[in-house]
Every structure is written in C-alpha cells, then in structure tokens.
C-alpha cells in the first residue's frame, strides 16, 4: 500500500513543490508510481488562483472518488492551494482522505501512517514564517533531464487585491542561498543545462539582511550563474515595482542568464492598478520597461494581463491595449478576473464586468498579443541564436525543439543532435507562437 501517484495543476512552484513532497516521500520509502494503475495513494497538488482552477480539480476528486468503488483501498489527498483555501470541507463534502497546505509538507507520511485506521480525513495546514524546504534535493518528475526549477523563496506580502495567493501561501520568506547555489551544481552535474529561480516575486529574494553574508537577488543570480558558462539560469517571476537596476546589471553582465523577463503588467490604467494594489504607475511600469531595453540589448519581455477586474470600462481597456502596443511584448499569460473569496477585492469591491463583456475584451487582448507576437517573431527571421535542445517536436519526431535566451521556442531537424545539447539555430519562418529554424556550424 505503499504506491503513490502525484497530479499537479498550476503553477511552476507547484511542479517544483510536487518534486520536494515525491522526494519527502521517497526517504520515508514511499515508492513513487507514474500510472494511476498502480496507485495506493494519490496526491493532488492543487492551484486556487482562479475559479475554473478550482472546478477541474473538484472535477478531478470525483472521477477518482467513483474509482473506490472498484479499489476501496484507494486514498485521495489534496496539497497545495486549495488545501489552504477549503481546509476540511474537502473531507466533510469531497471526501477526501488528506489535506496538506504548501507549509506543511514534512507532515505527509506521519499522516499517511494514520491512513487505513479508520480515523477519517487527516488534515495538516498551518502557514509557517520559516519553512523553506531548504535542504531538501527535488526527485524529479516528468523530467526531461535538461531544465529545472528551483524554489528560492515562499509565499508573498503584496496583497494585490485581486489574488489569493498571499492567504494561501503565507509569509514572504527566503531560502539560505547556500543550498540554491548547491542544488544547481549538484543539477548540473547531473546533466541539467538550465535551472528557473522561482518565487512570486524574485526580486525580494533577501538572504541574512544586514548580516556579512547578506545577499539579495542580483548577488544570487550572479553566484548560480557562475557555477559554469554552460549553465543558463532563468528566474519567474518579477514584480514591477521591486525590479532594480543591480538585477538587470548583473543580467547583462552574463552571458548564461537568459535575456528574459516576465514582467507582470495587469492593467494599463492607473486607475485599475491602484484597485488592484499593484504600487506602480503604468507610467512607473515603462519607465521600467525602458531601463530593461537600455541595459540588455535584445530582451523578451513577457507579461500576465487581467481583464474585466472591477469597475474597469472601455477606456481602462483601451489604455491596457495601448501600452502593450508601446511594449511590443514577446508573449503573455491573459486572464479574464475571477473574485476569489475573501480577498481585499472581493471585500471592497464588486465583479461589475459581465462575463461576456470579460471575454469579449479577453479575446481583444489575445488577438493584439497573437498579433504583437508575430511581428516580434517575423523580425528574427534570418537571426542565428544560441538554442539548449529540450525535447522533440509533439508534432514530428523528425525534429526537435529548443529556446533561444529569449526564451523564444525554436524548432528544426533532428539530424543526430541530443537533448541537452548547445546548436546555433539559423531561423527562417515562423508563426506568432514558433520560430523554425536550420541547424548551422
Ligand atoms: N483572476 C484572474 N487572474 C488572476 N491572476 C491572479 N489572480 C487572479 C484572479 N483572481 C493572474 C495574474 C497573475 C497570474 C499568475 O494570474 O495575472 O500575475
Ligand atoms: Fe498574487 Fe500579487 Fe503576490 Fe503575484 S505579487 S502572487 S499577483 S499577490
């Protein structure tokens, strides 16, 4: 009974918090499976961040729920997110057997030794100002043995208003840059060629502030950078008001930290990014866009945008279209506003854009994205760019995939070339989502 199956939705933390529960699990001599099949246990690592996040994985519980009938032995738990979010009313009303918050990790098998004593669902959520997971080395989980991601800090203080995640990940809170800086070398003698510091906002990352072994971010970067020319380093995800110029400096400086930045922009109106809490200005915001062009040349820059967030109307709209013509951004995540509950937000203020009028700007948002998208594409036809081969192509075996610095998604032949590999792509075509390219010397 000792076979666990892990499911994750979300974000890239999540992935990353999958990977630290499997290895927690593993020492306690859990044996991990990758078919549901073969499950004892499985664990869902769950995201809250908006409501139809939420519905798929409530869907999710029942289909798994109904397959008791056929092996009753079969224990469902809940991580992450929505076990913070719902705590035990995904025991009283889902009929689940475990819930585990994001802090609480460590907990796991001491609960999974309870399980099969009749004592109903076991839950375990309290936040926690200290935890890190510090020391705890990832087992990997639908690796593709050439990109990771590493956890560098937890939770966020920034209340934007629209956002759960400050109520369900907790406190801000960093992770002793020692053990970052010797997770990416022990990855990269593994073979990993690429590694992605996350947090909800990298750029507080701060180790012993005021202490002789103080460092911030900028520093960090520059030590995971110099473990070897041959390891990019990427980060995710940055706040506007917290990105300095030390970090993009120190960007420039090296080679191997990708030419990258995802810059959430939310809302073009000042007035909407004061209901949101966002503590810039859209003015403030391409300042900042400026200064990224200024000090690394070639830059993608991506962005998050929500639309249809309270009392935003046509003209909130048309300034949110406006300044992502101004930033010509390389791709973005775009969002229609989901109230979720008890946030500032949801107190404060009300969901007074219907949800065809959320779409209809939604859809605007994405068609002048595509559009945005393609025309920074078609500018690097004829450019030669450094790409770490990831994978093959879903589409062709006949070919593989990779990213350029920019973080640009490029394809081309096969031939006899490995993952994990170096290759100087020479792009000749693309569409707005894929660039295609010639292998050249
Ligand atoms: N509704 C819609 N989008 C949201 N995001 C965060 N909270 C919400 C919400 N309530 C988006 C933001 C954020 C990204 C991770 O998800 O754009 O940057
Ligand atoms: Fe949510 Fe804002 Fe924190 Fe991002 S910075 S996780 S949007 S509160």
Not at 213 to 225: G, Q, R
Request: aromatic fraction near 8%; hydrophobic fraction near 35%; proline fraction near 2%.
């Amino acid at each position: 009974m000792r076979n666990i199956y892990i499911e994750t939705y979300g974000c890239q933390m999540n992935m990353a918090d999958s990977e630290i529960v499997a290895s927690i699990l593993k020492q306690e001599g859990y044996d991990l499976v990758d078919d549901l099949n073969k499950a004892d246990i499985v664990l869902i690592n769950t995201c809250s961040i908006r409501e139809n996040a939420e519905q798929r994985v409530i869907k999710r519980i029942s289909e798994l729920d109904s397959l008791r009938k056929k092996r009753q032995w079969l224990k469902i738990g809940v991580l992450g997110c929505m076990a913070e979010r719902m705590q035990d009313s995904l025991i009283k009303t889902h009929n689940v057997d475990l819930v585990v918050g994001p802090d609480s990790y460590r907990d796991i098998p001491w609960l999974l030794s309870f399980q099969g004593e009749g004592c109903g669902g076991l839950i375990s959520t309290e936040l926690s100002e200290t935890e890190t997971y510090s020391e705890i080395y990832p087992e990997k989980i639908n690796s593709n043995g050439v990109t990771a991601f590493i956890p560098i800090m937890r939770g966020c203080e920034n209340f934007c208003s629209y956002c759960v995640v400050p109520y369900t990940r907790g406190r801000e809170r960093s992770r002793d840059f020692k053990t970052i800086v010797s997770e990416a070398e022990k990855l990269f003698a593994q073979g990993y060629r690429e590694v992605t510091l996350l947090g909800q906002n990298v750029n507080s990352y701060l180790w012993n502030q005021g202490e002789k072994d103080e460092v911030n971010f900028a520093k960090l970067i520059s030590l995971v950078a110099e473990i070897n020319p041959l390891l990019r380093v990427r980060f995710s995800t940055s706040h506007p008001k917290d990105i300095s110029q030390e970090l993009l400096d120190t960007m420039a400086t090296y080679d191997n930290v990708c030419k990258f930045i995802h810059l959430p922009l939310q809302s073009g109106s000042d007035r909407i990014l004061h209901l949101m809490n966002r503590k810039y200005t859209a003015g403030e915001y391409l300042d900042k866009i400026n200064k990224i062009k200024e000090t690394i040349k070639d830059c993608g820059i991506s962005t998050d945008i929500i639309s249809g967030f309270c009392t935003e109307n046509l003209e909130d709209h048309g300034l949110t279209l406006n300044i992502m013509r101004q930033v010509g951004y390389d791709s973005a995540f775009m969002f229609k506003y989901s109230e979720r509950p008890n946030t500032l937000a949801a107190k404060k203020y009300e969901d007074d854009v219907s949800d065809e009028e959320k779409t209809r700007r939604l859809e605007e948002i994405i068609n002048l994205q595509r559009e945005l998208s393609f025309q920074s594409n078609k500018k690097d036809i004829g450019k030669t760019f450094e790409v770490l081969i990831e994978g093959e192509s879903k589409r062709s075996t006949e070919k593989l995939f990779g990213r350029n610095s920019q973080n640009k998604v490029i394809l081309f032949d096969k031939k006899d070339l490995r993952l994990g590999q170096y290759v100087n792509v020479k792009v000749n075509d693309c569409t707005s989502a894929t660039l295609f390219g010639e292998t050249v010397s």
